[in-house]
């Protein structure tokens, strides 16, 4: 049995740093308490270009170096756009107590126990001994440019199904040898579900459920997508972490770290929450209300709420919205974002309307301009009240007061 610390999707950047640092040095000190084995970080380390200056990169420099320094290390590459090529050299040239593989090609590695541990990778003779820790086979990101996965017969689909079928011998052995095996890789499952609950169906997806269990092993470690869910097979487990931060409004779900325990012939794991931020969204279809803002703002009062107001306003009273008097109103929360639609008003001319000689044939017209012909009997004996009658007397009319109950009232 080997009890592994799995998350990913870190997302570390400067935008980011305060709540990913946050969350994942909380996950990195409850799995070293917890007494984890091994620490696999399955992709996005990074959520775009790093500089070795940043201050985001130090600080995951810095929890890498805890981590080694309790336990081998795996660290995935993840999606390109994210873990741009190159970013994870640095960690490849980390001294720590423990080794650190960075997994950055397809391939499989076994994890030595031989007093230091060491990672040593999988070759056409290597046969997993009972000694053995574990088998790691690791699937990084894929480049569906690349020239191997253009030329397969069937995409990037049928390249990864025949390489993990590939590593089912390798598996079987490590499984007749009583030495857990782990699948680890970052993609699409198609039929997974999104943050923001929506399914990714499509044949492009790098993966099926069934393809991934080609590779015989154990436990299948994932991450790409941000939502935590998990497929289980007669004691074969696959699992996405999900991030280890919200970092993106319409992310409602708990997010937090899996600690798993593998052995030879089953697998577990048990979700742990990260401390997050909460993702407040207030919607309203037409333009705010400004008391229900107020009383949800009543609401909204910890540096940990961070809410987002959406509304939909025509183009001539977008400017009635007082936003500055909104976000005061939340100045208790930790962010408040404001997003206004907007919509344009056209403009649209009556034909003739021009020479037309009196207002009714105008509001003649306006009607049959903008369809409301239906309207026009009612438009027009309003038009001649406003032309023959004194305020006063519209306002008898409309309220339906005669002469005498206009002198019993005075």
């Known amino acids: 049995m080997i009890k592994i610390f799995h998350t990913g999707d870190l997302h570390f950047c400067q935008k980011h740093l305060e709540q990913v640092d946050r969350c994942m040095t909380y996950a990195v000190e409850q799995a070293i308490a917890d007494g ?10 990074f959520d775009s ?12 420099l810095e929890l890498m170096l805890q981590l080694a320094d309790a336990m081998p290390l795996l660290i995935l590459q993840g999606t390109f756009s994210h ?8 960690l490849k040239r980390l001294r720590a107590r423990y080794p650190i593989l960075v997994a950055d090609e397809p391939g499989q590695w076994i994890l030595h126990e031989d007093g230091v541990m ?16 574990a088998v790691f086979s690791c699937l990084p990101s894929l480049n569906k440019a690349s020239t191997e996965i253009r030329e397969h017969a069937h995409g990037a689909a049928g390249y990864v199904a025949d ?19 782990v699948l680890v890789s970052h993609g699409t499952v198609s039929g997974c579900v999104t943050e923001s609950n929506y399914a990714m169906v499509s044949p492009d997806h790098e993966f099926s459920v069934g393809t991934l269990y080609q590779a015989q092993a154990q436990a299948t470690m994932l991450n790409h997508i941000h939502k935590h869910q998990s497929w289980q ?13 919200r970092l993106v409004h319409g992310h409602h779900d708990p997010v937090g770290f899996l600690l798993w325990e593998v052995d030879a012939n089953s697998a577990a794991f048990k979700f742990h929450p990260t401390p997050a931020r909460e993702l407040i969204d207030i919607t309203f279809d037409g333009p705010p209300d400004i008391d229900e803002l107020r009383r949800l703002a009543g609401q909204y009062t910890s540096d940990m709420h961070h809410v987002r107001i959406r509304y939909e306003i025509d183009q001539d009273h977008a400017h009635t919205i007082d936003k500055d008097a909104i976000r005061e109103m939340f100045t208790a929360a930790g962010d408040v974002r404001i997003e206004a639609t907007v919509y344009p008003v056209q403009s649209i001319r009556a034909s003739g309307i021009g020479r037309a000689m009196t207002l009714h044939e105008k509001l003649g017209y306006w009607a049959a301009t903008t369809g409301d012909e239906h309207r026009l009997d009612g438009l027009e004996s309003r038009l001649e009240m406003l032309q023959t ?10 309220l339906g007061r005669d002469e005498e109950e206009k002198r019993e009232a005075a």
Request: aromatic share 6%; proline share 6%; glycine share 8%.
């Open 36 to 45: 984890a084995e091994v620490a696999v970080i399955a992709g996005d380390s």
């Open 389 to 398: 009658m004194e305020p006063e007397q519209i306002i008898d009319h409309l």
């Open 118 to 133: 060491t990672w040593d990778r999988v070759g056409a003779d290597t046969v997993p001994l009972r000694t053995d820790r």
């Open 49 to 60: 270009a790093m500089h070795v200056h940043e201050p985001a990169f130090a600080r995951y």
């Open 163 to 181: 390489l993990l079928s590939s590593w089912g011998q390798t598996n079987d052995q490590a499984r007749a040898a009583g030495i857990p095996t």
């Open 83 to 90: 873990d741009r090529l190159g970013s994870l050299e640095p």
């Open 233 to 245: 097979d007669n004691g074969r487990l696959i699992a996405y972490s999900g991030s280890v931060a």
